[in-house]
């Protein structure tokens, strides 16, 4: 006589399928390293660090204005000042009925609701500001090639998949900001002189000498024409 505990194979069916369905991606920086701004000052906690794709849309210095609307947020994370590092991890779920990746609930404020499919190119976007205007700092980082950041295909067969590993250090291409390679697009002072990753300007902003000089510059202009 053979003895079936249905309760028991429905619950490990289940586990089995939740397991199969989830994926993470790990994403920081290198401890201690340095990401400056153009002008070469420390990145801080003020600004924003955020993990998604551009889905199907590629991202260029000529298409600047539909970033943003075509951005699908998976992850975000605070930097840490004092050790000069940020860090977070995104889980998705394995939408089966769409067969796309979803957002864990976990990872606000990421909408479960948005889809992601397999292979889209993952980004790590570092910003102070979305206007695009000058004084605010960008930084689009991904790693395309060998080990691209990209999202895997479905494994299935009830195994989990492996944790993707995304680490700044790794990023070897940007389509706005500053490389230890050489700087993308994007206005700079000068490019740094250690290994380092740089948000880069939407317009020169003049330092606080030089706003002076301008000042003075002007007011000798008006006074030289009341003369």
């Known amino acids: 006589m053979r003895f079936v505990c ?14 199969a369905e989830a994926h993470s991606i790990a994403w920081s920086d290198a401890l201690g390293e340095n990401d400056l701004t153009s002008y070469g000052a420390q990145i801080n906690s003020s600004y924003h660090f955020e993990l998604g794709t551009f889905g199907s849309f590629n991202p260029d ?12 947020l998976l992850d975000t994370a605070v930097y840490n000042n004092a ?34 499919a397999e292979g889209e190119q993952v980004y790590i976007w570092i910003y ?16 395309t090639g060998a ?27 940007t389509p706005y900001g500053g490389l230890p390679s050489g700087q993308g697009p994007g206005f700079y002072a000068t490019p740094p002189s250690t290994f380092a990753y740089q948000t880069h300007n939407f317009a020169p902003v003049p330092e606080p000498g030089g706003l002076a000089l301008a000042g003075l510059a002007l007011a ?8």
């Open 83 to 116: 050790i000069k590092y940020f860090s977070g991890e995104a889980t998705q779920n394995w939408n089966t009925t769409d067969n796309v990746w979803n957002p864990d609930a976990s990872d606000a404020p990421a909408s479960t609701t948005t889809q992601f």
């Open 6 to 19: 249905p309760p028991l194979v429905t619950l490990l069916a289940c586990l089995c399928a939740e397991i």
């Open 128 to 143: 102070n500001n979305l206007d695009q205007v000058a004084g605010t700092e960008w930084g689009v980082f991904t790693r």
């Open 220 to 227: 000798g202009g008006l006074m030289r024409r009341r003369r």
């Open 61 to 72: 210095q000529t298409n600047m204005a539909s970033w943003r609307t075509n951005w699908k």
């Open 147 to 173: 080990e691209a950041w990209k999202l895997p295909n479905f494994a299935g067969g009830g195994q989990p998949d492996l944790t993707q590993t995304m680490v700044m250090s790794q990023a070897n291409t």
